[in-house]
C-alpha cells in the first residue's frame, strides 16, 4: 500500500471514530436532555473533568451540592436566587440586633426587602414609621405591637411564636420583646429597595425640631423638651411593659381601636392543605384582612416530599428557611434551570410565573415561607393543569397514554406525596 492510501485510510478511520464520540457526545436522552449533555454524567470516562484541584473553601461548597454538581436536567443560567441572613453583618445595641437583605446585596429580590431582629425581654424598636408596608413572621418568644391609623384608632396586641403582625406604609408603630427570652422575628418591606436602617423615627424629628415649635405644637413649655435623646435609640433595654389589656385601654383612649387586628396566627390556623407529604397553610387579605399589600404561604414537607412544581402568575415569590434542608430547581424560558440548596437563615427568589419546585433534602421537617408582594396568594400546580386539559391533547405532547394521564393528581396537592 502506497504511504498516500495509507494516509487516506487512517484518516477516514479517524474520521469515523471522532464521529462516532460526537454522536455518542451529544445523544440526548430522558433524564439528560440536551446536546451537549450536562453534567457529571460527561465525566465517567474521565473523572478528573468533574474535580476542582484550586483554591476552595470546602465547608461553604458543602453546602451547594447542587451548584457544584447540578442535575443532569439543568441548563443554562440564571441570577443567583439564593441569599442569607447568616452572613448578613448584624447591627448591634442594647436590647437586641437587626440584620438585613435588600436589593442591594441581593439584586433579582425586586419586590420584597428582608430583615432578621432579635428584642430582649423588654427590649424596645424604637417607635418609627416606614414608607413602605411591614409583615412580620414571630420566629422566637414574643413581642408586644402597637400602632394607630389615620383616625387616631389604636391597636395594642400580643403576637407569639408563630404570628404575624402588618402595618400599612406610613403607619407609626413600636415594637417590644415580652418572651422570657424576648423575641426574633422576620420582617418583610414591600419594596426590595426598603433598608431597615433607614426609617422615620420617633427620637430623630423630635431632636431636629426647634424647641419654641415643640412648645407650640404640644402645648406644654419648651423646657419639657429639653432631655429628648439627641442620637437616635433605634434598638434600646427597655422595661417590662404592664398587663395589655391596661395598655389596650390607655392606648384606644375616646377615638377606640382599630376595626381590624393587625396581627394574626399563622401557626394556629388549620392547614389550607394537608397531605402525606407535608401541609400548608396560606395567610393573605381574604383571611388577614389587615394584610393588603402581602400574601403568605407557611409550608411544611415531610422528609422524602416535595413542594409541588408550580408557579406564581401574579407576583415574585421571597423565600425564608426556617427547618430543615432544601433543593430547588426554578425553570425559565430558553430553557434554563437551576438548582440551589437552602438551610434555615437563607433566602430564596423565584420571579413571577417561573416554574419551581422545592425537595426536602434531609431527614427531618422543611418549613419555609413564600411571601409575596400581592393581595392574595395564586399558584397554578402543573399537575392540576395537566389532569384539567383533555388527556387526548396531553398525551400527544407528553408521550404518555391517557389511562395514565387520568391518574395524575387532579385536586392541587401543594405538597407531594399526596
Given at each position: 500500500m502506497d504511504t498516500l492510501s495509507r494516509r487516506h485510510l487512517l484518516a477516514a478511520a479517524a474520521a469515523g471514530t471522532v464521529a462516532t464520540a460526537a454522536t455518542a457526545a451529544q445523544a440526548a436522552s430522558f433524564g439528560n436532555p440536551d446536546r451537549p449533555p450536562q453534567g457529571a454524567v460527561n465525566t465517567l470516562d474521565n473523572p478528573a473533568s468533574a474535580t476542582d484541584p484550586g483554591p476552595q473553601n470546602p465547608a461553604l461548597a458543602a453546602q451547594f451540592p447542587g451548584a457544584f454538581s447540578p442535575p443532569a436536567t439543568d441548563v443554562g443560567d440564571m441570577p443567583l436566587f439564593w441569599a442569607s441572613f447568616n452572613n448578613a453583618p448584624r447591627r448591634i445595641q442594647n436590647g437586641g440586633w437587626a440584620r438585613q437583605v435588600t436589593q442591594a446585596d441581593f439584586a433579582i429580590s425586586e419586590t420584597i426587602a428582608g430583615v432578621n431582629m432579635r428584642l430582649t425581654r423588654g427590649g424596645i424598636r424604637e417607635m418609627h414609621w416606614h414608607q413602605q408596608a411591614e409583615w412580620a413572621y414571630v420566629s422566637k418568644g414574643?413581642?408586644?405591637?402597637?400602632?394607630?391609623?389615620?383616625?387616631?384608632?389604636?391597636?395594642?396586641?400580643?403576637?407569639?411564636?408563630?404570628?404575624?403582625?402588618?402595618?400599612?406604609?406610613?403607619?407609626?408603630?413600636?415594637?417590644?420583646?415580652?418572651?422570657?427570652?424576648?423575641?426574633?422575628?422576620?420582617?418583610?418591606?414591600?419594596?426590595?429597595?426598603?433598608?431597615?436602617?433607614?426609617?422615620?423615627m420617633l427620637t430623630e424629628w423630635m431632636a431636629h425640631t426647634p424647641p419654641d415649635v415643640l412648645a407650640l405644637n404640644f402645648g406644654l413649655p419648651a423646657e419639657t423638651f429639653a432631655r429628648i435623646p439627641l442620637d437616635d435609640l433605634y434598638i434600646f433595654q427597655g422595661r417590662m411593659p404592664g398587663p395589655l389589656a391596661a395598655d389596650q385601654a390607655q392606648a384606644a383612649g375616646a377615638a377606640g381601636r382599630m376595626p381590624q387586628s393587625s396581627v394574626f396566627n399563622l401557626t394556629g390556623m388549620e392547614p389550607t392543605r394537608r397531605t402525606r407529604g407535608g401541609e400548608v397553610r396560606i395567610v393573605d387579605s381574604?383571611?388577614?384582612?389587615?394584610?393588603?399589600?402581602?400574601?403568605?404561604?407557611?409550608?411544611?414537607?415531610?422528609?422524602?416530599?416535595?413542594?409541588?412544581?408550580?408557579?406564581?402568575?401574579?407576583?415574585?415569590?421571597?423565600?425564608?428557611?426556617?427547618?430543615?434542608?432544601?433543593?430547588?430547581?426554578?425553570?425559565?424560558?430558553?430553557?434554563?434551570?437551576?438548582?440551589?440548596?437552602?438551610?434555615?437563615?437563607?433566602?430564596?427568589?423565584?420571579?413571577?410565573?417561573?416554574?419551581?419546585?422545592?425537595?426536602?433534602?434531609?431527614?427531618?421537617?422543611?418549613?419555609?415561607?413564600?411571601?409575596?408582594?400581592?393581595?392574595?396568594?395564586?399558584?397554578?400546580?402543573?399537575?392540576?393543569?395537566?389532569?384539567h386539559t383533555p388527556r387526548a391533547m396531553v398525551a400527544q405532547h407528553l408521550n404518555v397514554d391517557e389511562a395514565t394521564i387520568a391518574r395524575f393528581p387532579s385536586d392541587k396537592p401543594a405538597v407531594v406525596p399526596e
Open positions: 414574643a413581642c408586644r405591637i402597637t400602632t394607630i391609623d389615620t383616625s387616631g384608632r389604636a391597636n395594642v396586641e400580643d403576637v407569639g411564636e408563630g404570628g404575624l403582625w402588618y402595618f400599612p406604609a406610613g403607619l407609626p408603630h413600636s415594637l417590644q420583646g415580652i418572651g422570657e427570652d424576648g423575641t426574633e422575628f422576620i420582617l418583610c418591606f414591600d419594596d426590595g429597595k426598603a433598608t431597615e436602617y433607614n426609617t422615620l381574604r383571611n388577614f384582612p389587615a394584610a393588603t399589600t402581602i400574601a403568605a404561604a407557611l409550608v411544611t414537607v415531610h422528609p422524602g416530599g416535595m413542594r409541588e412544581m408550580h408557579w406564581h402568575p401574579n407576583a415574585d415569590e421571597w423565600q425564608y428557611y426556617i427547618a430543615g434542608a432544601a433543593e430547588m430547581t426554578v425553570f425559565n424560558t430558553g430553557p434554563k434551570a437551576v438548582t440551589q440548596n437552602f438551610k434555615p437563615g437563607d433566602i430564596g427568589y423565584v420571579k413571577k410565573s417561573l416554574g419551581h419546585y422545592v425537595r426536602n433534602t434531609g431527614t427531618t421537617d422543611l418549613v419555609f415561607l413564600e411571601v409575596f408582594r400581592a393581595p392574595e396568594f395564586q399558584d397554578v400546580s402543573l399537575s392540576d393543569w395537566l389532569a
